[in-house]
C-alpha cells in the first residue's frame, strides 16, 4: 500500500485546511487509518484515526472539536478536516494505515503504512 498525503500549507490562525490522503494498492478499506503530526523537534503524535471495529473515530484532545476525519471508499482516500487552526497546530502531517494486534489506534506502532508527509503552518 502507497500512501500520498496531500493539502498542506500556510494558514493564518483562525483558518481552516482540508488534508487528504489517497491509497493505492490494496483498497484501504482493510485498514485502520490514522493521522499523525510532527513538530519540530517533537515525537510524532497522534491527531485523528479510524477503527473499522465498531466503527470508531478517535481524536486527540488537542483537535477534538475542530478536526473532523472522513472517507471516500470511492477513491480509496481519507480527509482531515482542520478548521479554528492554531500556530501550535504547525507539523507535518503524515496518514497512515495498518492494523496491527495487540498495538492502539493511538500509537504509531498500528500503524504498517506511512505516507511522506504534508506541511501544515499556521501563522499567529
Known amino acids: 500500500v502507497q500512501l500520498q498525503a496531500s493539502g498542506g500549507g500556510t494558514v493564518e490562525a483562525g483558518g481552516s485546511l482540508r488534508l487528504s490522503c489517497a491509497a493505492s494498492g490494496r483498497p484501504f478499506r482493510i485498514y485502520d487509518m490514522g493521522w499523525f503530526r510532527q513538530a519540530p523537534g517533537k515525537e510524532r503524535e497522534f491527531v485523528a484515526g479510524f477503527s473499522w471495529s465498531g466503527p470508531t473515530t478517535d481524536y486527540s484532545d488537542s483537535v477534538n472539536g475542530r478536526f473532523t476525519f472522513s472517507r471516500e471508499l470511492a477513491k480509496n482516500m481519507v480527509h482531515l478536516q482542520m478548521n479554528s487552526l492554531k500556530p501550535e497546530d504547525t507539523a507535518v502531517y503524515f496518514c497512515?494505515?495498518?492494523?496491527?494486534?495487540?498495538?492502539?489506534?493511538?500509537?504509531?506502532?498500528?500503524?504498517?503504512?506511512w505516507g511522506q508527509g504534508t506541511l501544515v503552518t499556521v501563522s499567529s
Open positions: 497512515a494505515a495498518g492494523h496491527r494486534p495487540g498495538t492502539t489506534l493511538r500509537t504509531t506502532d498500528y500503524y504498517i503504512y
